[in-house]
């Protein structure tokens, strides 16, 4: 058992002073305010919930700073993403992902949302463990000390009627069935939630739809949704329907589907998403990267969609940057100010994200809760001066100093305990870039 003594904590009503939380067995046994107890560890700053990055592609991570030497699309940026995965085998995957995470947690970041589809060998041939690639993930996750959610992807076609390329052969089981079968034959250890996605209404055609809803009813659902104008045209060309009415229309609108990006929705999507319970994870630092567009997320919150939070291709890892772009996002759309409060994008970046990845008992410092707590500094030349619940918007991922996850302490005083993070990261990504 250990207590840490917090100069100021974010509990359920907003940032208190002088916060004792007692810790055993990886959970809050006790919270309490007033002086430090006699041999409490103190956390200076403002101690947050531990942060969910409710969407990540951690193969991403090795794109940072190498696709801006030429104008593009998305789908240009595509065709260099598609190179690194055609580097990566379950070795290097495990190396790239290890560093990705350990970034992930200096920045606070206690739980990810994995969104993997890359399963197979470079021909589409499984490995030996069919799940190899999906290991690799869990071991990095275990080893940079964060929790994870491997959303197992479904991606069975390359566009909409359209072949899989030679790269995305490996993203690919053949069939619903035989994906369903390669997934539920994966076990998973304590550190892990399994969940599933379904890539997109382009890599996963209406007939398979429904099959995928069934088999995964009960678990964390996510997919990719009208990130691109591109999209929507063309499902509507097929089907007659966006993207959002052919999901209802297959019975994946619920409360367990989270909709990644949804950027471009009419108004009647927007009230299908809400008015089932439907999440919406927003990406708005790789939004912006790619030029996608800013998503409705105020209007989604209003119609009812629980909101959450993903650094996606990891052009920024940050959510302090994610969860403030809540606002600031809708500042340049509206041309006026004041449509997230603090609290609300704290929540975005903590309960609300862990819900969608399906650990019901993190995201804020109560009774009962994970112990995950994430400490920021309120004396950087960010931070300083800033009202103790501004902190959010003044600061950013390395005003972190101190998390702990399920009780374990994973960084302090700005280091990884267990990882030489930057020299991971340059290692692995020089491994696998061109």
């Given at each position: 058992m250990v207590t840490y003594w917090a100069q100021w904590a974010w509990l359920e009503n907003g940032p208190t002073a002088q916060v004792a939380i007692e810790v055993e067995a990886g959970y809050i046994r006790a919270v309490a305010t007033g002086p430090k107890p006699e041999g409490a560890v103190e956390l200076s700053g403002l101690t947050l919930p531990g942060l969910a990055n409710a969407h990540s592609h951690a193969f991403h991570r090795a794109l940072r700073g190498r696709t801006h030497a030429e104008r593009g699309t998305f789908w240009t940026w595509r065709e260099r993403m598609y190179a690194v995965a055609d580097r990566l085998n379950p070795d290097s995957y495990y190396r790239l992902a290890r560093a990705a995470y350990a970034e992930m947690a200096l920045t606070g970041v206690t739980c990810v949302g994995e969104f993997h589809y890359l399963h197979h060998d470079l021909d589409g041939k499984r490995f030996a463990d069919p799940n190899a690639m999906g290991q690799a993930l869990i071991a990095a996750a275990a080893d940079a000390g964060v929790r994870l959610t491997l959303l197992d992807t479904l991606y069975l076609s390359g566009g909409f009627d359209q072949e899989l390329s030679a790269s995305q052969r490996r993203f690919s089981d053949g069939d619903v069935e035989s994906w369903w079968s390669r997934v539920a034959a994966l076990e998973v250890p304590e550190h892990v939630v399994l969940g599933a996605a379904a890539h997109s209404v382009r890599a996963v055609p209406a007939e398979a739809l429904e099959s995928f809803a069934e088999f995964t009813a009960d678990m964390p659902v996510h997919v990719h949704l009208?990130?691109?104008?591109?999209?929507?045209?063309?499902?509507?060309?097929?089907?007659?329907?966006?993207?959002?009415?052919?999901?209802?229309e297959h019975g994946l609108l619920r409360p367990n589907l989270t909709a990644v990006h949804a950027t471009h929705l009419s108004a009647n999507d927007i009230r299908l998403l809400g008015s089932t319970g439907s999440g919406v994870c927003l990406c708005p630092t790789t939004e912006r990267d790619l030029a996608d567009g800013i998503g409705p997320a105020r209007a989604l919150a209003d119609a009812g969609s629980p909101l959450s939070l993903g650094s996606d291709s990891h052009a920024i890892v940050d959510l302090f940057e994610e969860a403030r772009a809540l606002e600031m996002h809708e500042r340049l759309a509206s041309e006026q100010r004041g449509h997230f409060t603090p609290g609300q994008m704290l929540s975005a970046a903590t309960d609300a994200g862990h819900a969608a990845l399906g650990w019901d008992d993190a995201g804020c410092i109560e009774v009962g809760m994970r112990a995950d707590l994430v400490s920021v500094v309120t004396d950087s030349p960010r931070t300083a001066g800033a009202q103790i619940d501004g902190v959010l918007l003044a600061g950013n991922a390395a005003d972190v100093h101190h998390v702990v996850i399920d009780g374990r302490v994973v960084v302090s005083e700005g280091r990884h305990l267990d990882l030489d993070v930057g020299r991971e990261l340059a290692a692995a990504i020089g491994d696998v870039s061109s």
């Open positions: 009208s990130e691109q104008r591109a999209e929507n045209e063309a499902c509507r060309a097929l089907h007659g329907l966006t993207p959002t009415q052919l999901l209802a």
